[in-house]
């Protein structure tokens, strides 16, 4: 499981890239991207998703629907 | 006046040489015995004034002669502000947060060499946003360390609210950095929670009360911190009408009582288009009076900053002026070297000047004082720096205000406008709306203005002149002043020399 960022809503302000415990947050050209892989939702690390927890914008750093 | 006209800003003006402004030194001469003296205000200390006299943000003397760029490199925050959004992005908005774009520390580093090398009046480089230059601190850092490298003799300014700051405080302390503005809206977290919806704190998102107490705490600390380590702190204030207005009083207290050498009240801006919390839900700001009043009432705690822009978090060049269209990222060029030739002679050329206008200003004093007047008048002067009369009516996009009275002439405040004049004409809606933003003021002095729009100023009650065009801002109110008031004492009226 992982969460992915909104593209539409991101004001890519970069916090969540630096709160990422695992480094799963990148840039990709103008975007920020979340790396399904390297994401653990936070999970044994901290209390909340540390992206979600940090996006200035509601809604922007959600769970992604898992894969069918 | 009879000394030679002396304007700072032909000086200044494109193409800058060098050469033209040291001959431009000679001709001025030493007309009066001032040469070389100091313009330091004779109650401050004289470590604070060397920190603060080439700041355009932290004294008011300096902002005349002084500029100052912002560079956003630094996007990430970690609290939320109902006057904030981030999402918001503008070319034409003047407001703090609001830049056109953000900047890598390298590109950083290559703008503020650009600006060095044509804007010689540039002696500070701020990081205010968007988002917390202490919290985003990798980014703070590498842009102020490549920066230094290069212009060693460039102040280093840095705002945050407060709440990172204390995980930092020493390397901004080893990083020479003189001056730092902490935003403080209140010490009251039941106020706060009405201002802050969340903060995000050692991995953890809070909110409500609890979190505008740990905001509240950590603030208070920073402002110890500092202090401590004798860094200069501006406080930051936004004032919310019906939140907070009234406790910045207590606001001004408790950061005085922690060392913050400047408060700094702004007002609130808040428009539905904006797109930030209190824009949408209908808090207004408050006027231009109302913001008057609160800082009149605040004198007489930590030491009123009146003279600010509120300047985007991306604006280059002295604080009345935004030149930052002219540096965007395509147009700098892709190798730049410093030449700190034009910083070095504009400094001697306004260590000249400011002497001369700081012993004029303390003439201006004595001849009020002498008057014995009560009454006070308020007074809106257009001005394109260098303390003088230079700018027309027409031209100006902001008057700055001052209140001549019985102790003298001080300075209260600018009122934006949009100008009135754009490319030679008269538009009557605009001149309404410059009539607004001078309610209160009953007279307008600037380098020029038509027969047209001063009679409407009258029509309204507002009485304006060229008459004093170039002269010193303090002189020709204080002329003013005494045509207004003096008492005669003889069969002559007072008069005062500039
Ligand atoms: S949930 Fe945690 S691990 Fe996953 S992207 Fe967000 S911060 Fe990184
Ligand atoms: S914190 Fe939110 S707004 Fe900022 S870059 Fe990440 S997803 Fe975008
Ligand atoms: S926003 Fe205010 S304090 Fe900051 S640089 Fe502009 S005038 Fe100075």
Redesign the interface.
């Known amino acids: 499981m992982a969460l992915k960022i909104i593209a539409s809503?991101c004001?890519?302000?970069?916090?969540c890239e630096?709160?990422c415990p695992n480094g799963a947050i990148r840039m990709k050209g103008d975007i920020y991207i979340v790396d399904p892989k390297k994401c653990t939702e936070c999970d044994g690390q901290?209390?909340?998703p540390?992206c979600a927890?940090?996006c200035?914008?509601p809604n922007t750093c959600v769970k992604a629907a898992p894969a069918a | 006046m009879s000394s030679p006209v002396f304007s700072l800003e032909a000086l200044v003006s494109a193409p800058i040489s060098v050469d033209a402004m040291r001959a431009k030194l000679q001709e001025g001469g030493c007309s009066s015995t001032s040469c070389g003296s100091s313009a330091k205000p004779d109650e401050m200390p004289e470590d604070v004034w060397d920190k603060i006299k080439d700041h355009p943000c932290y004294s008011e003397e300096a902002h005349h002669y002084f500029a100052r760029m912002h560079v956003a490199v630094a996007p990430a925050c970690n609290i939320q502000c109902n006057y904030c959004n981030r999402k918001y992005d503008c070319a034409n908005e003047s407001r703090p947060g609001v830049v056109s774009e953000k900047l890598t520390p390298d590109q950083a580093l290559r703008k503020v060499v650009t600006v060095a090398n044509e804007v010689p009046q540039l002696s500070v480089l701020g990081i205010a946003g968007p988002g917390d230059s202490c919290y985003d601190w990798k980014k703070t850092k590498a842009t102020f360390d490549a920066v230094s490298r290069e212009i060693p003799d460039i102040k280093l300014c840095l705002s945050t609210n407060g709440l990172a700051l204390p995980d930092h405080v020493d390397e901004i302390a080893e990083m020479n950095v003189d001056h730092v503005t902490v935003t403080i809206n209140m010490v009251d977290p039941e106020i706060g929670a009405k201002i802050y919806p969340w903060i995000f704190h050692q991995h953890k998102r809070y909110t409500g009360v609890e979190a505008a107490r740990i905001l509240h705490e950590r603030q208070m600390l920073s402002l110890e911190m500092l202090r401590d380590r004798g860094i200069l702190v501006k406080v930051n204030s936004v004032m919310i009408p019906g939140i907070n207005d009234e406790h910045l009083l207590d606001v001004n207290a408790w950061v005085k009582e922690r060392g913050a050498f400047l408060h700094n009240v702004m007002p609130l801006i808040s428009a539905p288009e904006h797109g930030t919390h209190f824009g949408l839900t209908g808090q207004r700001g408050p006027t231009a009076m109302e913001l008057k009043a609160l800082q009149d009432k605040l004198e007489g705690g930590a030491k009123l900053m009146r003279h600010c822009r509120q300047c985007r978090a991306d604006a280059v060049g002295l604080l009345g002026e935004d030149r930052g269209q002219e540096f965007t990222l395509d147009q700098l060029p892709a190798q730049i070297r410093y030449d700190p030739s034009k910083r070095a002679a504009y400094r001697e050329v306004v260590a000249h000047e400011r002497g001369d206008h700081q012993v004029n200003k303390q003439a201006v004093v004595a001849q009020l004082r002498a008057l014995g007047a009560e009454q006070t008048l308020l007074v809106a002067v257009a001005t394109k720096g260098g303390g003088r009369i230079n700018e027309h009516f027409g031209h100006a996009k902001e008057f700055q205000v001052y209140e001549a009275g019985p102790g003298g002439v001080t300075f209260v405040g600018h009122r934006k406008v949009d100008s009135y004049c754009l490319g030679g004409f008269g538009e009557d809606a605009t001149l309404d709306g410059v009539i607004a933003a001078l309610e209160g003021v009953e007279v307008v002095l600037c380098a020029k203005i038509g027969d047209c729009p001063k009679e409407s100023l009258e029509a309204a009650g507002i009485r304006a002149t060229d008459r004093y065009a170039l002269d010193y801002i303090e002189a020709a109110i204080g002329a003013v002043y005494a045509e207004q008031f003096g008492r005669r004492v003889t069969d002559a009226p007072l008069m005062l020399s500039a």
């Open positions: 809503q004001t890519v302000c970069g916090a630096f709160e901290f209390d909340e540390q927890a940090v200035p914008v």
